[in-house]
């Protein structure tokens, strides 16, 4: 190629007729070789040949037709090459020329594909090496030209250089993987520096001088790979699209299998492009590298070059996908595939706002956004919450989101029926942590999370007023007195615990409710509702007895029990009972006669009660006789000057019929459970 640039021959030296020890052996000749022994090459090695066919949009070679075709005559691979001359046309000009006038291709495993020739700018042109052109425009000119042949033929075109014009005058351009590329170097050694846009070379230009016509060139690998070469460049199939979803997110699915006819040892590319619903392109690149043993058992290409990728969509519609296989000596189309994707954006909302709300009965949080399936807007979708509580326990609630949200009806077009506003009761108070998500019928979106911190309500107000015994008769009780009230619901009767310890070291607690009209506390604190307490506990011997008072809030996330105090009392024995026997005599009723026994007692510990008296007669005889009567009748005197209630006087009848000396003895019974004992109340005696 470099007879036509006095340059090149100037800086590059020739090498006698050394053959590189690999590879395939082959030529490139233009006019300047008008007569080739095309037999004779061949048995010297040479199976493929490059013909020149073009220069500029000005110049056909006069011996392509016969060099070509007879390259062909002896069964060697041949094709044709373009000498660029940027400065003088476009890229798209020069490759339409060359095209036209022998630079096309076909896949019939005998074209090689075609070639740009571009290196130093030959004498003629009167410019520099770069013809005169910043590396920018060499760039675009040769991928104007790249692009063209590719539109014509259906590859991309090898591109012949050397690696000190390619840095010099395109500044070492990368950008050109789909293009394969013809190395000229003229030396023995076969470590062949190139550009960086190329990290092997396909053919390497090593002599012009021999041992072939023209230029001496060599394959770079076998003959089975340079017929692979001139063949189609890749080979592969599109076999599936579908959709395919997780959690949150739809994917197209593409499947298939590509493979490099020029290493198909190798695994590589597959290009994607995927067209959405609004006509826009995105272009993707997967390495076929999946597991496809049929491919390899069909073809004997190896077993890795299946893919099966997935490829994120955001909208309904229709999808139009194509895939190709990518070669470093062009690519081939796969095909392409539409498919209708419906249900493809996800759910769509918001997290509000997470508030707490406090009542007399109730803490809650408000949780309040909105979510909407764009899948199925005609319908209420879900907002699932998550909570965490102060404890790290966390619990999930599904909320329906179909109250109306106006705003955002307006917002998005799907409606205002997509809101929510869910409380959520409370048991404890502390940090919570609350995630969202909408909840669509293919994927579920995540609405955010947010943290509150809830306190404690404060614990209930209350005060111990008093402890004292209270007696009945036969019974006795410790009677413990105050109020209490919780301070967050202050109108309603709280709870009051008492514990008492009896003089044995036993505690015994026992439930009372503050539900007695205090309205004294009212007036203070401004409250309405029934606070006081009496809490009446039996006690069943004396000694000393300690009360301990607790108000129990009623108010939810109280941060806890009041203590109101303790307080001791001693039980003791009470006194005997108080009284009198005011007289004794006989009286007659009906011929009866009976001993007449009159006067009064009562029980000072329980003193409204009338107590029992026991009347015991002496007889004549000497026998003694006790008889059981009440002290039940009015004596008001005795009211008055004990200042008492209740009735104690008593007078009893006794018959008897003995003649003689009488004693007649009156007890006042204790009725108090810890009375002392019982009174005398006196003795007299008569003679019947």
């Known amino acids: 190629m470099g007879q036509r640039s006095a340059r090149v021959q100037g800086l590059l030296t020739a090498q006698s007729s050394w053959t590189p020890p690999f590879g395939i052996q082959g030529l490139d000749v233009s006019s300047y070789q008008p007569s080739v022994d095309w037999q004779q090459q061949w048995n010297m090695g040479a199976r493929f040949a490059y013909v020149k066919a073009t220069e500029g949009n000005y110049y056909t070679s006069p011996s392509y037709a016969s060099q070509y075709n007879g390259s062909r005559s002896v069964g060697m691979i041949r094709g044709a090459y373009h000498f660029a001359i940027p400065s003088w046309s476009s890229g798209a000009d020069q490759a339409n020329y060359f095209v036209q006038n022998g630079g096309g291709w076909t896949s019939d495993g005998a074209t090689m594909p075609p070639v740009l020739d ?40 090898m591109i012949y250089s050397t690696t000190d014009w390619w840095q010099t005058c395109t500044g070492d351009a990368t950008g050109f993987s789909d293009y394969p590329l013809w190395i000229a170097a003229y030396t023995t050694n076969t470590a062949i520096g190139t550009p960086s846009n190329w ?14 016509n023209g230029d001496s060139n060599v394959w770079n690998g076998d003959y089975a790979s340079l017929q692979r070469f001139a ?35 190798v ?145 998005t077009g799907y409606g205002s029926n997509h809101g929510f506003d869910k409380s959520i009761s409370l048991s404890k108070a502390g940090n919570y942590h609350v995630c969202m998500y909408a909840i669509g019928q293919y994927y579920n979106t995540g609405l955010g999370c947010k943290d509150i911190t809830v306190g404690s309500n404060p614990p209930p107000m209350g005060y111990y007023d008093s402890i004292r015994v209270d007696q009945t008769p036969g019974s006795a009780n410790v009677v413990a007195t105050g109020w209490a009230f919780d301070p967050s619901n202050p109108a309603a009767s709280i709870p009051v615990h008492v514990y008492v310890r009896a003089p044995d070291g036993s505690n015994v607690g026992t439930a009372f409710t503050a539900n007695q009209a205090r309205p004294d506390l009212n007036n ?54 108080n009284g009198y026997l005011d007289s004794v005599g006989v009286a007659t009723v009906s011929t009866q006669a009976n001993i007449k026994a009159t006067g009064w007692t009562y029980d000072p510990a329980v003193p409204g009660s009338s107590t029992p008296v026991h009347v015991y007669i002496t007889y004549p005889d000497g026998t003694r006789l006790g008889y059981a009567f009440s002290a039940n009748l009015a004596r008001p005197d005795v009211n008055s000057a004990f200042k008492i209630t209740g009735n104690h006087g008593y007078s009893t009848q006794v018959p008897i019929t003995q003649r003689g000396r009488y004693t007649v003895c009156t007890y006042g019974i204790g009725i108090a459970q810890f009375s002392s004992g019982n009174a005398l109340l006196g003795c007299q005696g008569l003679t019947y």
Request: charged share 10%; proline share 8%.
């Open 524 to 577: 203070v604190f401004g409250i309405a509702g029934d606070h006081g307490f009496s809490a009446s506990l039996p006690v069943t011997t004396t000694g000393t007895y300690t009360a301990c008072a607790y108000a129990i809030p009623v108010a939810p996330l109280a941060s806890g029990n009041t203590s109101l105090g303790c307080m001791s009392i001693q039980v003791t024995n009470t006194p005997i009972p």
């Open 118 to 157: 571009i290196e130093y700018a030959p004498s003629y042109v009167g410019t520099n090496s770069c013809y005169g052109m910043s590396p920018s425009a060499l760039i675009t000119w040769i991928h104007n030209f790249g692009d063209t042949v590719r539109s014509l033929t259906g590859r991309y075109p």
């Open 199 to 212: 990290p092997s070379y396909s053919v390497w230009q090593y002599s012009s001088t021999g041992p072939l």
């Open 267 to 411: 695994s590589t590319p597959v290009n994607i492009s995927v067209t959405d619903p609004s006509n826009a392109t995105a272009a993707y690149s997967f390495t076929a590298n999946t597991y496809r043993p049929d491919v390899d058992n069909a073809f004997g290409y190896g077993p890795a070059h299946g893919f099966d990728n997935s490829i994120q969509i955001t909208k309904s519609g229709t999808y139009k996908v194509c895939a190709t296989a990518v070669s470093v000596n062009g690519n081939v189309d796969l095909g392409c595939k539409s498919y209708q994707a419906a249900g493809v954006e996800p759910p769509i909302g918001s997290f509000d706002s997470l508030t707490q709300i406090r009542t007399p009965t109730e803490v809650s949080l408000r949780l309040s956004g909105w979510a909407i399936d764009r899948a199925n807007s005609t319908t209420a979708s879900f907002a699932d919450a998550y909570v965490t509580d102060p404890g790290g326990q966390t619990t999930g609630y599904r909320i329906t989101a179909n109250i109306p949200r106006p705003d955002v009806g307006t917002a």
């Open 231 to 265: 063949g189609n460049p890749a080979r592969g199939s599109f076999d599936s699209l579908s959709l395919v979803r997780d959690t949150t997110s739809a994917y197209l699915k593409v499947t298939g299998w590509s493979v490099d006819l020029s290493q198909p040892w």
